[in-house]
């Protein structure tokens, strides 16, 4: 939450040339205070739809310790699912319908599994759109993760994703680009954050289109960027949300799918995610469960319990700052009525009112690896 300027100390000016949020104590004594009401439409396929669950609203929960979350999780009937996930669904989630009706203030929009070359052949992509254009309407922000990202840069900007010449996935450093935008506010100017994807969205693509990145690896490529009115749409490439153990638990499954004949090749190991120890250990098992296969047996899955204490989450205070800002720009535009989209004064094409003044970019980084 931001400071109040109740007096006229000189630290509250420096700071807010320095660009912090400081309320004016006229507002600060006439400001309505709620709780925030944010919609989670999970699109994550049925093995990985609870923790993403977990991992989100622990992420939201765990920002600000002074302001009250309600996280409304949903999702969509056409994603194919099983009868256990879709009772889960059913027992749990809340329905779009309702939320429309109740409002929002704030949304966030997982990532899918895909079937087809193109987004907008899958099933899920109408009903998907449907929510986005709801939420343009009705929403301070939409905070999207991964295949979201991609989908609604095709769906606002027509920019399609490239498929890239192999997984890239790992924990990349990143620089913050425009450390002065709101959303970036005390962050470290080099941050860790955990990729995993088969297609990416350039730096170029996303700035050809008037979209403003944030934060940018020179192995990873982008990982945040904002939509041209710099807040109403908040775009990861990369997986802030992710657990210490997310990666290995990918790995995991696509070493099963190798051990099993599924996979021609063995998977390679998450770059910049494995110390020299965990990499050996990692080995050993793989070359026992290779011994196991030829002999006819089976191996027991004791990977994430030998590399228990082992792995680190490198990540997770980065992530949790930057959300912290969003929702804490969310509670300061927002209207009181959650029914309503902004507060009365606030200008939908540049709620922050940083359009006119914003900082030009650092220069690219990707000549430097592509």
């Known amino acids: 939450m931001p400071l109040v300027a109740h007096s006229d100390l000189p630290t509250f000016e420096h700071l807010r040339k320095q660009g912090h949020e400081l309320l004016s104590l006229d507002r600060a004594v006439h400001q309505d205070i709620r709780e925030l009401h944010i919609g989670f439409l999970n699109m994550m396929p049925d093995a990985a739809l609870e923790a993403t669950e977990r991992q989100f609203i622990r992420l939201v929960g765990g920002c600000n310790r002074i302001a009250q979350f309600f996280v409304y999780p949903f999702s969509l009937p056409e994603l194919d699912r099983s009868a256990d996930t879709s009772a889960y669904i059913e027992r749990y989630y809340s329905r779009f319908d309702e939320l429309k009706t109740e409002g929002l203030d704030a949304l966030v929009i997982t990532g899918a599994n895909v079937a087809n070359p193109a987004l907008d052949q899958e099933a899920f992509w109408e009903p998907l759109i449907e929510v986005v254009r709801w939420a343009e309407q009705n929403v301070a922000s939409i905070l999207c993760s991964c295949l979201a990202t991609h989908a609604l840069l095709k769906h606002f900007h027509g920019i399609d994703r490239q498929p890239l010449p192999s997984k890239r996935w790992g924990v990349y450093s990143h620089r913050a680009l425009l450390p002065e935008h709101p959303l970036l506010r005390e962050i470290n100017t080099r941050f860790d954050a955990p990729h995993s994807r088969y297609n990416d969205i350039s730096r170029e693509q996303l700035e050809a289109n008037g979209l403003t990145v944030l934060a940018e690896s020179e192995q990873g490529g982008v990982h945040m960027a904002v939509s041209p009115d710099q807040f109403r749409v908040v775009y990861f490439q990369g997986h802030p949300e992710y657990d210490y153990n997310s990666l290995l638990k990918e790995y995991r499954r696509e070493l099963r799918r190798f051990l099993s004949g599924e996979l021609e090749h063995e998977p ?73 989209q902004f507060m009365q004064h606030v200008d939908p094409d540049d709620p922050l009112g940083l359009n006119t003044t914003r900082a030009k970019p650092a220069p690219s980084t990707q000549g430097k690896t592509r």
Not at 291 to 301: F, L, P
Not at 319 to 336: D, F, H, P, S
Request: aromatic share 8%; proline share 3%; hydrophobic share 35%.
């Open 268 to 340: 390679p190991f998450p770059e910049n995610y494995l110390s020299d120890e965990a990499r050996s250990i990692v080995s050993d098992y793989v070359a026992e469960a290779k011994q196991q296969g030829t002999q006819g047996g089976q191996i027991a899955d004791t990977l994430e319990q030998q590399l228990s204490g082992k792995l680190d989450n490198t990540w997770g205070d980065t992530a949790k700052a930057i959300v912290n800002n969003w929702l804490g720009l969310v509670y300061q535009l927002t209207n009181l009525d959650r029914q309503q």
